[in-house]
DNA sequence: TGCCAGGCCGGGT
DNA sequence: ACCCGGCATGGC
């Protein structure tokens, strides 16, 4: 393990300790979370994943069957609803039609390839793509969000204009593929950002981070 | 009140 | 290959 990142690691995990992500409750809330959270506060994604369970449909067949305009307003709360029911049931379409509603099937497939399917996803970017991957099937896929970018470009741990692909290769090459430990980091780096790191304020007084 | 939140797509340069 | 506008709700 590299020195440098251990050493973030063990400092945010001093600071804040286990995060116990995703905050789902099956592989298949998992995928339909990690849609859904796109660019939105968690909480408003709570509200519209209970709001499925509540009207009995947060199954894959439900949502495959489910009409586009229903299954939208059902999601409301969490923002870009029309934009976001579209995408779930692009996944979820996928998910159905290839693996038959299996999860097991699904996360069997190797990795990269499963990565490449899903990126091929209209709505699928890289960062749902890998959160699938990582909180939903355990795979050792480390990834990045505006947390992450933020965080490392600050403490000039990165380039401040590294692109996705980038970020995740700085990890991936420097870190053991163990997928308990990328969970981690990802969720930590999530804390970091919504504590000391913020994005208004530029200068992270009392942070884990400073003399790194 | 305005800014931000666990992005991604499509069209224009 | 970038850059940017659009998508939308709810909390602080």
């Known amino acids: 393990m590299n020195k440098k990142l251990d050493d973030i690691f063990r400092r945010m995990f001093a600071a804040f300790g286990p995060q116990h992500w995703w905050p789902g409750e099956s592989p298949f809330e998992v995928m339909v979370g990690a849609v859904l959270t796109q660019n939105t506060n968690w909480g408003n994604v709570e509200r519209a994943i209970g709001r499925l369970k509540q009207e009995g449909i947060l199954s894959p067949r439900a949502i495959y069957e489910i009409p586009l305009s229903l299954l939208s307003s059902y999601i409301q709360s969490a923002g870009y609803y029309n934009i976001k029911a579209g995408r779930l049931k692009n996944l979820i379409s996928f998910f159905v039609e290839e693996y038959e509603t299996d999860t097991e099937k699904m996360f069997a497939e190797d990795t990269e390839s499963l990565r490449q399917?899903?990126?091929?996803?209209?709505?699928?970017?890289?960062?749902?793509?890998?959160?699938?991957?990582?909180?939903?099937?355990?795979?050792?896929?480390?990834?990045?969000?505006?947390?992450?970018?933020?965080?490392?470009?600050?403490?000039?741990?990165?380039?401040?204009?590294?692109?996705?692909?980038?970020?995740?290769?700085?990890?991936?090459?420097?870190?053991?593929?163990?997928?308990?430990?990328?969970?981690?980091?990802?969720?930590?780096?999530?804390?970091?950002?919504?504590?000391?790191?913020?994005?208004?304020?530029?200068?992270?007084?009392?942070?884990?981070?400073?003399?790194l």
Do not use: W
Request: include cysteine; aromatic fraction near 10%.
């Open 117 to 211: 399917k899903l990126l091929a996803i209209k709505g699928i970017g890289p960062e749902t793509a890998d959160s699938i991957l990582l909180y939903a099937g355990h795979k050792p896929t480390f990834v990045v969000d505006a947390y992450t970018q933020r965080v490392m470009s600050r403490h000039l741990l990165i380039a401040e204009d590294a692109d996705y692909e980038e970020i995740r290769a700085f990890f991936m090459d420097r870190l053991p593929p163990d997928a308990a430990l990328f969970n981690e980091f990802h969720a930590l780096f999530v804390k970091m950002g919504k504590t000391y790191c913020k994005k208004n304020i530029p200068l992270c007084q009392d942070c884990p981070l400073n003399g």
